[in-house]
């Protein structure tokens, strides 16, 4: 019992320093349990962590898991990710509740004010995001098409379903076939019979079920970075419930960025807001359910499914369809604020030159604080 006890407070104290994403988080915990306590060494942790990048969650939290369990079985894993995530749940809980108290009108001042920093914070997750996975002429026009769809407004599942099959073509040297594909594939999403939501079929708007699904989605669709998950949680939650707005959504972010705990946490402050704690509680699973059992009981079979090398073509073809949909994502962020006074264009201007110029641990709460205190002045 003592090593597990262990195990949990070692992860409940990685949880409380979270700050900075997936980077800073992947490398607070490799320094200390890699090179200073070597419960792996590096070759394992890198081969590892190579996984989780390839594979959809947060990489961060499936380090943790995988660490768990490399030190004392499925039950240290899911001690260990228990633990990681335990502080920002609290945090968020916390922070849904006295949201939902004081209101938005009390607390609208400094939510003007954070409204741009979000703005140029997903801006940035966009451009960082598509750098990193549109690495070649062919992946670029993927994602370039992925946008095109996610404007007309294809179904998701179909839209990276198709770009994972378009690069997959590519790599087998059938690009007149992946053309022709991505061509037909413009037209039909311009008809409207394919731009539905297919998660609408298996629950009813206002429900928990439905928070369920889209936690899922999130949890299984968020290739290359927890931001890719946003576009999911914004198509399926906000303005389908009451309590969920496209403010709120705005506003949760703003909430996650200044707290220690995982971006996908964001997911808990939506179904608190949606449907109380039962919501929160209910997406916070389905959120990291994905992510405990890739590690738990997938993780040496992924290692083997993934020598496949062909995979990868259709992995990196669905990596590109996400970084398209997350390019109008930011977008669908941004004009609001290009149509907005000047002060909010200054401050969205002042957020994204201090993100990109700053590679700090604390530079995403910093910018949301001080953005949302000169709004409130202002």
């Not at 509680?281 to 062909?310: D, M, R, S």
Request: charged share 10%; proline share 4%; hydrophobic share 55%.
């Amino acid at each position: 019992m003592k090593k597990y006890f262990k195990i949990f407070i070692t992860f409940l104290k990685f949880g409380f320093l979270a700050f900075g994403g997936p980077v800073s988080q992947i490398n607070m915990i490799r320094e200390k349990l890699v090179r200073v306590e070597k419960w792996v060494d590096q070759k394992r942790f890198n081969r590892a962590l190579s996984l989780y990048q390839v594979l959809p969650g947060p990489e961060a939290h499936e380090m943790c898991v995988y660490l768990g369990m490399v030190k004392a079985g499925r039950l240290g894993g899911f001690l260990a990710g228990l633990g990681f995530m335990l502080p920002g749940f609290t945090f968020i809980m916390i922070l849904a509740y006295l949201y939902s108290l004081l209101g938005p009108v009390v607390l609208l001042p400094l939510f003007v004010g954070a409204k741009p920093a979000v703005a140029a914070l997903i801006v940035r997750a966009s451009h960082k995001i598509s750098e990193h996975i549109l690495i070649n002429k062919k992946l670029i026009l993927i994602g370039v098409l992925s946008s095109a769809l996610t404007w007309l407004g294809l179904n998701f599942l179909l839209n990276i379903l198709l770009c994972g099959f378009c690069y997959y073509l590519c790599v087998k040297q059938n690009n007149i076939l992946a053309i022709a594909l991505g061509v037909i594939s413009l037209p039909i999403a311009l008809t409207g019979y394919l731009n539905i939501e297919l998660f609408q079929y298996f629950s009813t708007p206002e429900s928990e079920s439905g928070l369920f699904l889209q936690g899922l989605k999130a949890g299984l669709l968020s290739f290359g970075g927890a931001y890719t998950a946003l576009p999911f949680l914004k198509s399926g939650i906000a303005g389908h419930y009451l309590g969920v707005t496209e403010d709120v959504f705005s506003d949760g972010i703003a909430l996650t960025g200044v707290v220690p705990t995982p971006l996908l946490m964001f997911g808990t402050f939506l179904g608190y807001m949606a449907t109380g704690i039962s919501g929160a509680l209910l997406i916070t699973v389905a959120i990291f359910l994905p992510a405990f059992l890739f590690t738990l009981l997938g993780h040496k079979y992924f290692e083997q499914i993934l020598k496949h090398k062909p995979l990868h073509a259709f992995l990196d073809g669905v990596s590109a369809g996400v970084a398209g949909i997350l390019v109008i994502t930011a977008i669908e962020f941004l004009i609001p604020i290009l149509n907005s006074n000047l002060l909010v264009m200054l401050l969205f201007v002042f957020s994204l030159a201090v993100l990109y110029l700053l590679k700090t641990r604390f530079v995403v709460p910093t910018v949301i604080l001080v953005s949302a205190v000169i709004g409130y002045f202002f």
